[in-house]
């Protein structure tokens, strides 16, 4: 019945569609920074007729603002929406083409044979940028292929992508990628949409069983329905505040309220997520104010929220570790924190893996691939390292057959290239450069003295997260050092439901998410689906690995009887710019 309705929806909205090509006249959402005079330009019209138009619409209307505007496929000869591959269209004539997902100026012109200068001549809207669904004119198609037979797996040209990464991400040779696309002759360009093979033969590998890294173990969303949430997030809101900040010159320069603001948006998309799968959620907002006297209002006004059942939040570590001993409830914290690696309370659930499981799960993979490589360890001298410098000297003096360890400290910013040439082995063997360090300045002159060994010493780049003190450096250098290092959240470009969270993040808060907008919406969802499983919360969260839109999830229990995320993966850098997950 779902899909019948979707089908009649989706009819519906196609009928629409072919009628409003029909008529004269169709409705337009005025844009940002829009005025009616460049509105009239675009649609080949003077501003006083599209003020007759649109009657008491000024000549800076708010954007948002409905007007009336031309047809500009009045009159013109319609042909067939494309859809995947299927192009059925008149050589030499005009038809009207729906613009389908992750498509771009450049793919549409290639595809038919025109210019991007043709194109937007004909579409003067697209001066106002690309939009899924949008009706374009086609001006006197060349050259058209007659509709494949056959469908075809598609891929957008990203950022990074080469092909290389693409032959060995979809294993295909890259014969066959030109054959089947022959404007790679003229090379490998952001925004090209690819044929890489039928999509039979896609379905068909999938059915073999072939099990991505963390299909294993994998926690299966059996959600029940008849489930009632009773869900409170605490997040520092300071709306007492608020006014006075949205006056300030400096909102936009407030982190935490930018922080809390795209949290609170990625937590209540999750929500009106599940809630659209007929999950039946509660959700109480409270402004905790940042402060620990408010919370102590808050927990006594609430019966120390007791009649909850989930509680996100608070921001702050230390007062979502004191929520957590008022309450029964379980209290999960949503973003990390360096207090975190030696608290544990029962009901305190961290969403983020704490800095020992990070250290192990890297020097694990060490010592299980060690083949007597020399081992170097970049350390700042700060006195807060040194701890973690004699944990992990220690480790790797435990590796089977350790051949050389020594540790590199910079003196005054600078480490000395003759330094890097005492000791890394510049004979031929093969060197594990570990940088221990979230300094800029040391990571920068780690870094940047190993890039002059990069091409003829043999190195592979350690490091327990890729940091802020990683921003400065080229991902080219990274590629050249193999680095590798390991993390809980990966932005992959190529999933359809990071894709589809953008979307439909911008066109309801009008600009895309940030990290904290997608840690909100990763958090609440899996913590809430976990929940919603017949066997409750804690059966939930420690019955296997999940993703979501970038972050990993596995939780266990510790030897303290918490609840800890230790979902982790490794990463590394290729000298061609594509990312491999190790393990």
């Known amino acids: 019945m779902k899909k019948i309705n979707l089908l009649i929806t989706f009819l519906l909205l196609f009928t629409a569609l072919t009628f409003a090509q029909q008529k004269k006249y169709v409705s337009y959402e005025v844009k940002k920074k829009?005025?009616?005079?460049?509105?009239?330009?675009?649609?080949?019209?003077?501003?006083?007729?599209?003020?007759?138009?649109?009657?008491?619409?000024?000549?800076?209307?708010?954007?948002?603002?409905?007007?009336?505007?031309?047809?500009?496929?009045?009159?013109?000869?319609?042909?067939?929406?494309?859809?995947?591959?299927?192009?059925?269209?008149?050589?030499?004539?005009?038809?009207?083409?729906?613009?389908?997902?992750?498509?771009?100026?450049?793919?549409?012109?290639?595809?038919f044979n025109i210019s991007a200068e043709e194109l937007i001549a004909a579409n003067p809207e697209l001066t106002n940028?690309?939009?899924?669904?949008?009706?374009?004119?086609?001006?006197?198609?060349?050259?058209?292929?007659?509709?494949?037979?056959?469908?075809?797996?598609?891929?957008?040209?990203?950022?990074?992508?080469?092909?290389?990464?693409?032959?060995?991400?979809?294993?295909?040779?890259?014969?066959?990628?030109?054959?089947?696309?022959?404007?790679?002759?003229?090379?490998?360009?952001?925004?090209?949409?690819?044929?890489?093979?039928?999509?039979?033969?896609?379905?068909?590998?999938?059915?073999?069983?072939?099990?991505?890294?963390?299909?294993?173990?994998?926690?299966?969303?059996?959600?029940?329905?008849?489930?009632?949430?009773?869900?409170?997030?605490?997040?520092?809101y300071k709306l007492n505040s608020l006014v006075d900040s949205l006056m300030d010159q400096n909102f936009a320069k407030n982190k935490v309220l930018n922080i809390v603001t795209d949290l609170h948006f990625g937590v209540k998309m999750a929500i009106d997520s599940l809630k659209n799968r007929g999950l039946i959620v509660n959700t109480r907002y409270f402004d905790s104010n940042g402060s620990k006297q408010k919370l102590q209002i808050l927990t006594s006004e609430n019966n120390n929220f007791n009649g909850e059942d989930l509680i996100i939040g608070p921001l702050y570590f230390d007062?979502?570790?004191?929520?957590?001993?008022?309450?029964?409830?379980?209290?999960?914290?949503?973003?990390?924190?360096?207090?975190?690696?030696?608290?544990?309370?029962?009901?305190?659930?961290?969403?983020?893996?704490?800095?020992?499981?990070?250290?192990?799960?890297?020097?694990?993979?060490?010592e299980r691939n060690y083949k007597g490589e020399n081992v170097v360890i970049i350390n700042d001298g700060l006195g807060k390292t040194q701890s973690q410098l004699w944990q992990v000297v220690n480790k790797i003096k435990t590796f089977d057959s350790i051949q050389a360890i020594s540790v590199i400290k910079p003196e005054e910013g600078y480490i000395n290239r003759e330094i890097f040439s005492e000791k890394l082995d510049t004979l031929g063997g093969k060197n594990w450069v570990l940088i221990l360090s979230d300094d800029n300045v040391v990571t920068s002159a780690g870094i940047n003295g190993l890039k002059g060994f990069s091409e003829e010493v043999n190195i592979d780049l350690f490091a327990f997260n890729k940091g802020k003190n990683f921003d400065n450096i080229e991902n080219v250098l990274l590629g050249k050092l193999?680095?590798?290092?390991?993390?809980?959240?990966?932005?992959?470009?190529?999933?359809?439901?990071?894709?589809?969270?953008?979307?439909?993040?911008?066109?309801?808060?009008?600009?895309?998410?940030?990290?904290?907008?997608?840690?909100?919406?990763?958090?609440?969802?899996?913590?809430?689906?976990?929940?919603?499983?017949?066997?409750?919360?804690?059966?939930g969260l420690t019955d296997g690995k999940s993703t979501r839109t970038v972050s990993l999830f596995n939780y266990k229990k510790n030897a303290f009887d918490a609840i800890e995320n230790i979902g982790l993966i490794l990463i590394r850098y290729n000298i061609d710019l594509s990312v491999t997950v190790l393990e």
């Not at 993040?505 to 904290?516: D, H, L, T, V």
């Open 482 to 539: 193999n680095f590798t290092y390991p993390t809980s959240e990966v932005v992959n470009s190529d999933d359809d439901r990071l894709n589809n969270f953008y979307n439909t993040f911008k066109a309801k808060n009008g600009a895309f998410p940030s990290k904290y907008a997608l840690r909100g919406f990763d958090v609440a969802y899996d913590a809430l689906v976990r929940y919603a499983t017949d066997n409750g919360l804690e059966a």
């Open 129 to 236: 940028g690309l939009r899924i669904g949008m009706q374009l004119v086609i001006p006197k198609a060349n050259n058209l292929e007659e509709a494949d037979t056959v469908e075809f797996l598609l891929h957008t040209v990203v950022k990074d992508n080469t092909l290389y990464s693409l032959t060995k991400k979809y294993e295909v040779s890259e014969l066959d990628l030109m054959a089947l696309n022959p404007a790679l002759k003229e090379g490998l360009k952001l925004g090209m949409i690819l044929k890489i093979k039928p999509i039979k033969s896609a379905t068909d590998e999938n059915e073999e069983g072939s099990e991505s890294f963390i299909n294993a173990a994998s926690f299966e969303e059996n959600i029940n329905l008849n489930k009632e949430i009773n869900l409170a997030v605490i997040l520092p």
């Open 34 to 111: 829009q005025s009616l005079k460049s509105i009239a330009k675009n649609f080949n019209i003077s501003t006083k007729d599209l003020s007759k138009l649109n009657p008491g619409v000024g000549r800076k209307p708010v954007m948002g603002t409905i007007i009336i505007v031309p047809n500009k496929s009045f009159g013109k000869p319609l042909g067939t929406t494309v859809i995947n591959e299927g192009v059925k269209a008149v050589e030499g004539e005009n038809f009207i083409y729906s613009v389908l997902p992750k498509e771009t100026l450049y793919g549409i012109s290639k595809r």
């Open 319 to 366: 007062n979502a570790k004191w929520i957590s001993k008022k309450t029964n409830t379980p209290v999960i914290v949503p973003v990390y924190s360096k207090k975190q690696d030696e608290i544990n309370q029962v009901n305190l659930i961290k969403s983020s893996p704490n800095n020992s499981a990070i250290q192990e799960k890297l020097l694990t993979y060490m």
